[in-house]
């Protein structure tokens, strides 16, 4: 059944999406991405809306988290990162027929070809579900802590980030604890990852974020330091 459910919104969806191919619009996004990869050059409304009119007429996503996750890694194999796109969008659509269980085929996907554009979407992904989940199960999180000490970069980005718009139920221990841990280290993206996601704290508790820079300033980086300061007085 999931491979039928495939076969068919595969192909309406990519028709869909080339017919509003822009070859000049595809250079400076490709540029914007240093050019590592293939674009078909459509902005993201036009490309949402051309989405939701290849989806009209196809089966409805039958509640079975296994079509949802397969037509996703389905769109991700094609080479122009708009599909990649496009499969994000859906599964953040429907990201309440997915469970804790379907993390590991999400996880798998923020390690295919991976860059920022791709993974903070999937870390949203994650979060809808870990938040979702943890009414029924409040040690979900457990599974960020085995993301966190991942040997792929990536991943520890989405450990790092999957609490962004939380609001009152971060996990205030754990998110200090991930930036500490992950502080050593001197990628970019985990520097500006831990500082994002400190920043984001910051609208609900300010004092406990500043007061979290001041006492680790010489742990934190600069930029680290400069992204969660960005809106504190």
Not at 60 to 71: C, N, Q, S
Not at 75 to 97: G, V
Request: aromatic share 8%.
């Amino acid at each position: 059944m999931t491979q039928r459910f495939v076969a068919m919104c595969l192909p309406a969806i990519e028709a869909a999406l080339r017919a509003q191919a822009d070859a000049q619009q595809a250079v400076p996004m490709k540029a914007y991405m240093l050019g590592q990869f293939e674009f078909l050059g459509i902005r993201a409304g036009p490309r949402r809306e051309a989405l939701k009119e290849a989806l009209q007429g196809l089966p409805k996503f039958t509640g079975v988290a296994d079509e949802l996750l397969a037509l996703a890694h389905a769109l991700w194999q094609l080479p122009e990162r708009e599909f990649r796109y496009t499969a994000i969008d859906l599964l953040a659509k429907h990201h309440k027929r997915l469970a804790v269980d379907d993390l590991p085929r999400i996880l798998a996907l923020v390690q295919a070809d991976p860059w920022w554009d791709t993974v903070d979407g999937l870390a949203g992904v994650v979060g809808d579900v870990l938040l979702r989940t943890k009414a029924s199960q409040p040690d979900v999180q457990r599974h960020m802590d085995a993301c966190l000490v991942h040997p792929h970069l990536w991943v520890r980005r989405v450990a790092m980030l999957h609490q962004l718009g939380w609001r009152d139920q971060t996990d205030q221990a754990r998110l200090f604890r991930y930036a500490l841990t992950l502080a050593p280290e001197t990628d970019f993206f985990i520097r500006k990852a831990i500082g994002w996601a400190l920043r984001d704290h910051a609208r609900t508790q300010p004092q406990a974020v500043k007061t979290f820079l001041i006492e680790h300033t010489a742990q934190l980086s600069g930029l680290t330091r400069r992204e969660a300061g960005k809106h504190l007085s």
